[in-house]
């Protein structure tokens, strides 16, 4: 475990991602154009979609490091897998949260449950929604890890699975942005989109390293905690918990 | 698709999804200062408790040097 620099390129990811995700939010308020069909609310759109994609990649990459722990058995990737769940959930909540404020200033109703995407991403929410207590119920550790891993592949196959389905889909009035085609957006739509996107797909990265920085903090106090309390013939007893225990 | 927002009316909303954002980044930090912040007291208590430890073992020392050696032990005294 003590190999492991988590905190390494912490400094200049977090300096990545405030710069980013400002000069994209910049960029949405004085470079890109508003939109000729929706107008000004169409701004929510460079927020909300990057929201919805990272957080989407994010349990699909929960998933992939579920196959890692799987065939290697290193903690580590369990560890990897829980994090990026983790703060995939917080950002699909940041997604369904001003979905919902688009809707209702779109199409005057905080949510239209005919609507597949809408529908498709608040079941995706919710099955994730599942995965801490779920880790939470299994107390051995082993099996914690084993079984969330299993949770964590089968959810990230469902992810582009669902995501594939949904654009099968005949009824969208949910707005198509990108497409096989290329989509529909002018060039300083499509920057401005890009600039937001990677902001928050930086800002994701430095959020796992945050957390598993803070994490394995933890396990290493608790590791010395346990060894002065060999030296005392005692015992510091493990909290239970829904995080991975190296 | 209803008809396009004036700037008045949808202005709120925008601002709306933005604060949100905001917010959840803001809790998102708060939370982590708050684990900081307690990696940081229980590190400060193993620091003291390790040094209470050093001051006992090196009294210990000084104790054993100390002592008067029993009778007949062969020890200085």
Known sequence: ?246 | MGPALPLGDAGPYVAAAYLVFLALVLVYVAIMAAKLSRIQREIGELAELVERRGTERDRGDVDDVTAPAPAGSGAPR
């Not at chain 1, 919902?100 to 005919?114: D, L, R, T, Y």
């Open chain 1, 1 to 246: 475990m003590n190999r492991h620099t988590f905190s390494r390129g912490l400094v200049p990811l977090s300096i990545a991602s405030v710069v980013l995700l400002v000069g994209g939010f910049a960029m949405v308020f004085l470079y890109a154009p508003s939109d000729a069909d929706q107008g000004f609310v169409q701004k929510i759109f460079y927020l909300h979609v990057p929201l919805a994609i990272v957080a989407l990649v994010g349990f699909v990459a929960g998933g992939v490091y579920g196959i890692r722990f799987l065939r290697s058995g290193d903690r580590l990737h369990d560890l990897r897998s829980y994090v990026a769940i983790h703060i995939s959930l917080i950002l699909a909540v940041g997604a369904l949260v001003t979905g919902s404020i688009w809707a209702k200033a779109s199409w005057g109703q905080w949510w239209v449950w005919e609507e597949p995407t809408l529908v498709s991403f608040l079941i995706v929410f919710l099955l994730y929604a599942c995965y801490q207590p779920l880790r939470f119920s299994i107390e051995d550790p082993d099996r914690q890890a084993r079984y969330a891993a299993v949770f964590a592949v089968v959810g990230g196959a469902f992810v582009p699975l669902n995501f594939m389905a949904v654009r099968a889909a005949e009824s969208l009035i949910h707005p198509r942005v990108l497409s096989t085609t290329g989509g529909t957006m002018p060039g300083s739509m499509r920057i401005t989109f890009v600039v937001a996107l990677a902001g928050m797909a930086v800002m994701f990265v430095t959020l796992c390293k945050y957390e598993l920085t803070s994490k394995h903090a933890s396990f290493q106090l608790r590791a010395l905690k346990r060894r002065l309390a060999g030296e005392d013939d005692g015992w510091v007893p493990v909290r239970r918990s829904a995080a991975p225990q190296l």
